[in-house]
């Protein structure tokens, strides 16, 4: 079935991603669930349209109004069906297409939200087709843009409902669920193999990992997980919220993705040494360095931030140095023994677990976070004592945020690089370049199953300075 667009203003296999359980919550207005569909539809306008992140979004403090209006069950259930519709967009954006008798224009925007967050909830959610279908209509119905086109609506969303056990398998297998910009950029910096399998990995919910303060083997039991190679704790599926798990509350681990958990541990031993943590929030690599008997300066332009990292080192029973400064105007009394630089950047790496990473980012926002890792990292090498270590790390998968940013930095005077050797760490090797850099991606760490294996994307380099 093909629906047609009215001429007037042309508008432009189901996956276990169960909603919170419980009955669905009204909107004030006696239907039940329309206003988290509401919601759902406005902030997914808000990462597409305007490049706004999902997080800030949907931060329960400071978020959206619209988010912070519903109850927290209401807004589980948000945050799934704009995840889904993000981590699927290009898949979902298809099928969509395909039952339209011309594309949607590029003003009709709240028509193709309402659709999108529909066809998320049919496609992959636990939530039934008709409920779906009915609160897309009504919501539809509702909003002034979009009154006329309610038949459409309900049209497009019951032919996807009735082809979706046929159609979504063959939809998957030959779409790319990512931007052309960045899908592209992979296939450059890692060949059409590499980009294939990052893409694969990253529609698949990742797993949560832990970095604990001593044997993972028991904590990998008590948590219901595995110690990975690196010897993080891995958990495929939480078994309850973070702060109700055992060892939250005495401080006996932190959650820390494997790859972010391996930049601290290229200086070495740091007992006793004075480090600098440029960038420091919130915490967890500042937490590894006091764990390993370093004394930390965690230093953060935003006060927030540095809050909360305090926060998170008062429940692990650490404690840190806290400075709030500008990192380029940042001037210490005494030079430091090491500096850990782990620099703001496109977060590519991220984008399995922050999946509207690719549609607020552009290319021209690469460039421009690399011009400033170059300032940091060039301001992070005047901080260290000669003969100190630097290690500069970011979550970024692209080349010139990483192995570009390196071979350029090199070429400055008084800097040496000094290359992680193999053998030099457990389970690294494997993501050792020739360089003697490291390099993560998402496609790496292979577990047996998909939703035990990848890690973020990730760079880290270690230099010397020698004057």
């Keep these: 079935m093909v629906v047609k667009v009215d001429e007037r203003r042309r508008p432009k296999p189901k996956k276990p991603l169960s909603r919170p359980a419980g009955p669905e919550r009204g909107d004030g207005n006696g239907t039940p669930g329309l206003a988290a569909r509401k919601a759902a539809a406005r902030l997914l306008a808000a990462v597409i349209d305007a490049h706004t992140s999902l997080d800030g979004l949907t931060d329960h403090d400071h978020g959206h109004p619209q988010f912070r209006a519903l109850d927290m069950r209401d807004r589980a259930l948000v945050r799934a069906i704009l995840i889904t519709a993000l981590r699927y967009r290009r898949t979902i954006g298809n099928l969509i297409a395909a039952r339209l008798e011309r594309p949607l224009p590029a003003n009709a925007t709240a028509l193709s939200h309402i659709l999108n967050v529909a066809a998320a909830q049919i496609l992959f959610l636990d939530i039934p087709d008709s409920a779906a279908v009915d609160l897309a209509v009504t919501h539809a119905k509702a909003d002034p843009r979009t009154a006329r086109f309610s038949g459409l609506v309900n049209g497009v969303l019951r032919a996807i409902v009735r082809g979706k056990d046929v159609e979504l398998p063959a939809m998957l297998a030959r779409t790319q669920d990512a931007p052309d910009w960045f899908a592209g950029r992979l296939s450059s910096a890692y060949g059409a193999d590499s980009a294939a399998r990052i893409l694969y990995i990253h529609r698949i919910e990742a797993p949560v990992d832990f970095t604990v303060k001593a044997d993972p083997v028991h904590w990998a039991e008590k948590l219901g997980g595995i110690v990975l190679p690196t010897g993080s704790v891995r958990v495929a599926h939480l078994p309850a919220n973070v702060p109700d798990l055992p060892g939250f509350a005495d401080g006996s681990w932190w959650v820390q993705d494997a790859a972010a958990a391996l930049p601290a541990r290229l200086f070495g031993d740091v007992a006793g040494l004075h480090v600098a943590d440029l960038c420091a929030a919130p915490g967890g690599k500042t937490a590894q360095l006091l764990a390993a008997g370093a004394r930390v300066t965690a230093i953060d332009s935003s006060k927030n931030r540095l809050v909360r990292l305090e926060q998170n080192l008062a429940r692990l029973g650490l404690s840190a140095r806290t400075v709030q400064a500008d990192i380029l105007r940042f001037e210490p009394e005494d030079l430091f023994d090491a500096v850990l630089l782990d620099a703001p950047c496109s977060s590519t790496g991220t984008v399995r677990r922050h999946p509207d990473v690719p549609w607020t980012k552009t290319p021209d926002d690469i ?58 760490i457990a389970g690294i090797d494997p993501f050792l370049t020739p360089q003697g850099t490291l390099r993560t991606t998402p496609a790496d760490m292979d577990m047996g199953s998909p939703e035990l294996s990848g890690l973020d994307g990730f760079f880290a380099a270690r230099l010397r300075r020698t004057a």
């Excluded at 940091?376 to 970011?394: D, E, H, Q, T, Y």
């Design 367 to 424: 460039v421009k976070l690399a011009d400033l890792q170059s300032r940091l990292l060039a301001r992070a090498a005047m901080l260290v004592k000669p003969g100190g270590r630097i290690v500069f790390s970011n979550c970024s998968l692209d080349p010139l945020e990483g192995e570009e940013m390196h071979a350029a930095f090199l070429a400055t005077p008084g800097i040496a690089d000094d290359p992680i050797r193999p053998g030099e």
